[in-house]
């Protein structure tokens, strides 16, 4: 049996679809805090909330392999991970893989440091386990191009930092090769796209593909966060964004070079063209 938390997700909804092509959709529970989100994804759904351990043992009883998505509750997610992971032991889940953050242990954020305590909550687990340290999505930035395309500028404040960007597709697709794979227990893998570029090159694939000017606009951390915040996002999270753009993926911790990722799903990553295409036709 196989279950995946955050299954509603972006990153969730994309594991469970891949997943449904390499085991019986009767092997697969959906764990969600929502049941009508949940209905959607045609594999059992149980639900459970990470801040409640005793609903999360329940929806982890007889489940061998467990991916636990990391929580998008950047100021809760500790406490969150943990119970998880207490309530896969309950259960005795045999295998836990998590989805954790490149690099994790070169960023010195906040952001970073929930990941790493995770991490070593999860060796000292006692199951079998496996770390995905994920980079970042294409879609985390690619949201973006086309309000860029209308107004000209593209923001952030990576400076001239390389990153190397891969879809979640493909990061889903990781997540199933190591849930329906063998070799993987006790594994940290660092995964990120084949190719790295900069904001600067996300702009000009957009101007190139939209026929209007596109530039990337490098902000101060401060102005980030100010111009996030105006958009709507709370101050607190106006701020982490600002913070981990700024002190993190500006100095370079999201390039890696190792392929791992695409050696998992055995094919390339998501180009920067296709990766721009798809934005743009949202």
């Known amino acids: 049996m196989f279950a995946v938390t955050g299954s509603t997700g972006h990153l969730g909804t994309k594991v469970i679809s891949s997943l449904r092509q390499h085991v019986e959709a009767s092997k697969i529970i959906a764990v969600a805090r929502d049941a009508v989100k949940a209905s959607t994804l045609d ?11 005793e609903a999360l043992t329940r929806a982890f009883d007889g489940v061998d392999t467990l991916l636990l998505i990391s929580s998008s509750s950047l100021d809760s997610r500790q406490i969150e991970h943990a119970n998880a992971l207490v309530a896969a032991k309950n259960a005795a889940v045999k295998h836990v893989i998590y989805t954790s953050l490149l690099h994790g242990e070169t960023w010195g954020l906040p952001f970073a ?4 305590l995770t991490e070593k909550a999860l060796k000292e687990l006692g199951s079998d386990y496996t770390i995905l340290r994920n980079g970042w999505y294409w879609e985390n930035n690619t949201s973006q191009l086309p309000v860029a395309a209308q107004s000209g500028a593209l923001i952030g404040a990576a400076g001239d930092a390389e990153i190397s960007w891969a879809s979640r597709q493909d990061f889903a697709d990781a997540a199933v090769a190591v849930m329906t794979g063998a070799g993987h227990a006790a594994q940290t893998y660092e995964l990120a796209g084949d190719a790295a570029h900069t904001f600067e090159d996300l702009a000009d694939e957009a101007a190139r593909q939209s026929g209007r000017p596109v530039r990337y606009a490098n902000l101060s951390e401060a102005d980030l966060a100010s111009t996030l915040e105006r958009a709507g996002l709370p101050r607190s999270v106006a701020l982490m964004v ?4 700024a002190r993190g993926v500006a100095m370079g911790r999201l390039k890696d070079t190792s392929g791992a990722l695409s050696k998992l799903i055995g094919r390339p990553t998501q180009t920067v063209e296709l990766a721009v295409a798809e934005a743009l036709r949202a």
């Open 43 to 53: 594999v059992a759904a149980r639900i459970a909330d990470y801040k409640d351990t």
């Open 113 to 116: 440091e929930d990941h790493l």
């Open 242 to 245: 600002a913070e981990i753009e």
